[in-house]
Protein backbone atom coordinates (compact mmCIF):
# COMPACT_ATOMS: atom_id res chain seq x y z
CA UNK A 1 0.00 0.00 0.00
CA UNK A 2 1.05 3.62 -0.66
CA UNK A 3 1.51 5.39 2.59
CA UNK A 4 0.71 9.27 2.79
CA UNK A 5 2.81 11.51 5.31
CA UNK A 6 1.65 14.99 6.03
CA UNK A 7 3.35 17.92 7.56
CA UNK A 8 2.92 19.31 9.96
CA UNK A 9 -0.20 17.15 12.07
CA UNK A 10 -1.29 20.47 13.59
CA UNK A 11 -0.31 24.30 13.25
CA UNK A 12 -1.51 27.55 14.96
CA UNK A 13 -1.88 30.79 12.71
CA UNK A 14 -3.93 34.18 12.45
CA UNK A 15 -6.01 34.78 9.63
CA UNK A 16 -4.02 36.40 6.76
CA UNK A 17 -1.29 34.30 7.41
CA UNK A 18 0.32 32.07 4.33
CA UNK A 19 -0.15 28.26 5.39
CA UNK A 20 1.50 25.53 3.92
CA UNK A 21 0.84 21.96 4.28
CA UNK A 22 3.34 18.99 3.03
CA UNK A 23 1.94 15.41 1.85
CA UNK A 24 4.50 12.40 1.13
CA UNK A 25 3.64 9.34 -1.02
CA UNK A 26 5.98 6.34 -0.64
CA UNK A 27 6.08 5.45 -4.02
CA UNK A 28 5.80 7.93 -7.26
CA UNK A 29 1.72 8.80 -7.55
CA UNK A 30 2.48 11.10 -10.87
CA UNK A 31 0.15 13.72 -9.82
CA UNK A 32 -2.75 11.68 -8.38
CA UNK A 33 -3.17 13.57 -5.72
CA UNK A 34 -6.33 15.16 -4.13
CA UNK A 35 -6.86 17.83 -0.63
CA UNK A 36 -10.11 17.67 1.07
CA UNK A 37 -11.14 20.00 3.97
CA UNK A 38 -13.10 18.72 7.10
CA UNK A 39 -14.84 20.94 9.27
CA UNK A 40 -15.87 19.22 12.98
CA UNK A 41 -18.87 17.22 12.33
CA UNK A 42 -18.81 17.26 8.79
CA UNK A 43 -18.10 15.02 5.63
CA UNK A 44 -15.04 16.41 3.51
CA UNK A 45 -15.15 18.34 0.84
CA UNK A 46 -12.95 18.23 -1.91
CA UNK A 47 -10.26 21.19 -2.69
CA UNK A 48 -7.92 19.99 -5.28
CA UNK A 49 -7.48 17.54 -7.82
CA UNK A 50 -4.86 15.43 -9.78
CA UNK A 51 -2.55 18.08 -7.48
CA UNK A 52 -2.98 21.67 -8.79
CA UNK A 53 -6.64 21.46 -10.21
CA UNK A 54 -8.87 23.62 -8.58
CA UNK A 55 -12.31 22.18 -7.17
CA UNK A 56 -15.20 23.90 -8.90
CA UNK A 57 -16.80 26.66 -6.32
CA UNK A 58 -13.49 26.50 -4.27
CA UNK A 59 -11.84 29.66 -3.29
CA UNK A 60 -8.69 30.94 -4.98
CA UNK A 61 -6.57 31.71 -2.09
CA UNK A 62 -6.43 27.76 -2.48
CA UNK A 63 -3.65 26.21 -4.23
CA UNK A 64 -1.74 22.90 -4.91
CA UNK A 65 1.67 21.89 -6.18
CA UNK A 66 3.30 18.93 -6.69
CA UNK A 67 3.99 15.83 -8.51
CA UNK A 68 5.46 12.36 -7.87
CA UNK A 69 6.09 11.62 -4.14
CA UNK A 70 6.20 15.42 -2.93
CA UNK A 71 3.27 17.60 -2.86
CA UNK A 72 1.96 20.95 -1.15
CA UNK A 73 -1.31 22.45 -0.45
CA UNK A 74 -0.94 26.44 0.32
CA UNK A 75 -3.70 28.67 1.11
CA UNK A 76 -2.59 32.11 0.39
CA UNK A 77 -4.48 34.32 2.92
CA UNK A 78 -6.26 32.00 5.53
CA UNK A 79 -9.44 32.90 6.45
CA UNK A 80 -11.84 32.62 9.44
CA UNK A 81 -13.62 29.99 7.92
CA UNK A 82 -10.43 27.66 6.93
CA UNK A 83 -9.91 26.70 10.49
CA UNK A 84 -10.36 22.59 9.52
CA UNK A 85 -8.68 19.26 8.86
CA UNK A 86 -7.10 19.32 6.02
CA UNK A 87 -6.26 15.61 3.91
CA UNK A 88 -4.47 14.42 1.19
CA UNK A 89 -5.41 11.23 -0.56
CA UNK A 90 -3.53 9.69 -3.33
CA UNK A 91 -6.28 8.23 -5.70
CA UNK A 92 -3.04 6.74 -8.30
CA UNK A 93 -4.01 3.04 -7.33
CA UNK A 94 -6.10 1.02 -4.91
CA UNK A 95 -6.32 0.54 -1.86
CA UNK A 96 -6.66 4.62 -2.09
CA UNK A 97 -5.22 6.03 0.98
CA UNK A 98 -4.82 9.08 3.09
CA UNK A 99 -2.87 11.07 4.80
CA UNK A 100 -3.40 11.53 8.54
CA UNK A 101 -4.42 15.02 8.54
CA UNK A 102 -3.50 18.49 9.61
CA UNK A 103 -5.43 20.78 11.89
CA UNK A 104 -5.32 24.41 11.33
CA UNK A 105 -6.46 26.30 14.31
CA UNK A 106 -5.99 29.63 16.37
CA UNK B 1 -27.85 20.01 -7.81
CA UNK B 2 -25.82 16.65 -7.11
CA UNK B 3 -26.58 14.86 -4.03
CA UNK B 4 -25.67 11.71 -2.11
CA UNK B 5 -28.09 11.14 1.15
CA UNK B 6 -27.21 8.15 3.78
CA UNK B 7 -29.48 5.88 5.92
CA UNK B 8 -29.33 6.61 9.33
CA UNK B 9 -27.66 5.85 12.41
CA UNK B 10 -26.72 2.15 13.41
CA UNK B 11 -25.65 0.72 16.51
CA UNK B 12 -24.90 -3.51 16.41
CA UNK B 13 -23.96 -6.36 18.60
CA UNK B 14 -20.39 -7.65 17.93
CA UNK B 15 -20.49 -10.47 15.20
CA UNK B 16 -23.48 -8.68 13.89
CA UNK B 17 -24.61 -7.27 10.11
CA UNK B 18 -25.16 -3.76 8.68
CA UNK B 19 -26.62 -2.33 5.75
CA UNK B 20 -25.92 1.37 4.93
CA UNK B 21 -27.29 3.01 2.00
CA UNK B 22 -26.28 5.89 0.07
CA UNK B 23 -29.39 7.23 -2.54
CA UNK B 24 -28.05 9.51 -5.09
CA UNK B 25 -29.66 12.51 -6.98
CA UNK B 26 -28.98 15.25 -9.18
CA UNK B 27 -26.80 12.93 -12.14
CA UNK B 28 -26.24 9.65 -13.79
CA UNK B 29 -25.83 6.99 -11.86
CA UNK B 30 -24.39 4.66 -13.93
CA UNK B 31 -21.60 7.47 -15.03
CA UNK B 32 -19.58 7.34 -11.70
CA UNK B 33 -18.21 5.32 -9.30
CA UNK B 34 -18.79 5.23 -6.08
CA UNK B 35 -17.01 5.02 -3.01
CA UNK B 36 -17.16 4.29 0.56
CA UNK B 37 -14.64 5.78 3.00
CA UNK B 38 -14.72 5.09 7.28
CA UNK B 39 -13.74 7.59 10.07
CA UNK B 40 -13.25 6.25 13.27
CA UNK B 41 -14.09 8.47 16.14
CA UNK B 42 -11.27 11.27 16.39
CA UNK B 43 -9.46 9.53 13.47
CA UNK B 44 -8.90 10.42 10.19
CA UNK B 45 -10.00 8.52 7.11
CA UNK B 46 -9.77 4.97 6.05
CA UNK B 47 -11.14 3.50 2.63
CA UNK B 48 -12.93 1.08 2.37
CA UNK B 49 -14.16 -0.10 -1.23
CA UNK B 50 -15.75 0.90 -4.63
CA UNK B 51 -18.22 0.11 -6.57
CA UNK B 52 -18.73 0.59 -10.67
CA UNK B 53 -22.63 1.15 -10.76
CA UNK B 54 -22.65 0.22 -14.65
CA UNK B 55 -19.91 -3.08 -14.61
CA UNK B 56 -20.82 -3.95 -10.78
CA UNK B 57 -16.97 -4.08 -11.01
CA UNK B 58 -15.56 -4.43 -6.34
CA UNK B 59 -12.96 -3.14 -5.15
CA UNK B 60 -12.29 -3.51 -1.22
CA UNK B 61 -9.98 -2.68 1.05
CA UNK B 62 -7.59 -5.43 2.93
CA UNK B 63 -9.32 -4.52 6.16
CA UNK B 64 -13.16 -5.13 5.19
CA UNK B 65 -12.03 -7.55 2.65
CA UNK B 66 -14.38 -10.82 3.09
CA UNK B 67 -16.83 -9.16 5.61
CA UNK B 68 -18.30 -6.59 3.35
CA UNK B 69 -20.16 -6.21 -0.17
CA UNK B 70 -20.93 -2.91 -2.00
CA UNK B 71 -23.58 -3.16 -4.38
CA UNK B 72 -25.80 -0.62 -6.50
CA UNK B 73 -29.39 -0.32 -7.58
CA UNK B 74 -29.27 1.20 -10.77
CA UNK B 75 -33.44 1.49 -10.73
CA UNK B 76 -33.13 4.04 -7.55
CA UNK B 77 -29.91 5.28 -8.09
CA UNK B 78 -28.77 3.59 -4.49
CA UNK B 79 -25.66 2.16 -3.35
CA UNK B 80 -25.27 0.46 -0.17
CA UNK B 81 -22.59 -1.63 1.97
CA UNK B 82 -23.46 -4.21 4.00
CA UNK B 83 -20.85 -4.75 6.42
CA UNK B 84 -21.04 -8.49 8.47
CA UNK B 85 -19.00 -9.95 11.78
CA UNK B 86 -18.69 -6.72 13.11
CA UNK B 87 -16.26 -6.29 15.35
CA UNK B 88 -15.71 -3.09 17.64
CA UNK B 89 -13.17 -1.46 15.90
CA UNK B 90 -15.89 -1.12 12.70
CA UNK B 91 -17.40 1.72 15.05
CA UNK B 92 -16.98 4.66 12.81
CA UNK B 93 -19.22 7.69 10.64
CA UNK B 94 -19.38 5.44 7.33
CA UNK B 95 -19.39 7.98 4.23
CA UNK B 96 -20.09 7.87 0.54
CA UNK B 97 -18.39 9.54 -2.17
CA UNK B 98 -19.16 9.78 -5.31
CA UNK B 99 -15.53 9.29 -8.22
CA UNK B 100 -15.01 12.32 -10.28
CA UNK B 101 -14.43 10.17 -13.62
CA UNK B 102 -11.10 9.31 -14.36
CA UNK B 103 -9.10 11.43 -11.86
CA UNK B 104 -10.74 9.72 -9.30
CA UNK B 105 -10.87 12.29 -6.45
CA UNK B 106 -13.83 11.93 -4.16
CA UNK B 107 -16.12 15.14 -5.87
CA UNK B 108 -19.23 14.71 -3.75
CA UNK B 109 -19.63 12.95 -0.09
CA UNK B 110 -22.67 11.92 1.89
CA UNK B 111 -23.78 13.34 5.52
CA UNK B 112 -22.15 10.15 6.75
CA UNK B 113 -23.83 7.36 8.83
CA UNK B 114 -22.66 6.67 12.36
CA UNK B 115 -21.93 2.78 12.85
CA UNK B 116 -22.04 1.73 16.53
CA UNK B 117 -20.71 -1.83 17.68
CA UNK B 118 -20.89 -2.12 20.84
CA UNK B 119 -21.75 -5.09 23.66
Known amino acids: DIQMTQSPSSLSAFVGDRVTITCRASQRISNYLNWYQQKPGRAPTLLIY???RLHSGVASRFSGSGSGTHFTLTISSLQPEDFATYYC?????????FGQGTKVEI | QVQLLQSGTEVKRPGASVRVSCKTSGYTFINFGLNWVRQAPEQGLEWVGWISPYTGDTDYAQSVQGRVTLTTDTATSTAYMDLRSLRSDDTALYYC????????????WGQGTMVTVSS
Open chain 1, 50 to 52: RAS
Open chain 2, 97 to 108: ARTNGNDHAFDV
Open chain 1, 89 to 97: HQSYTTPRT
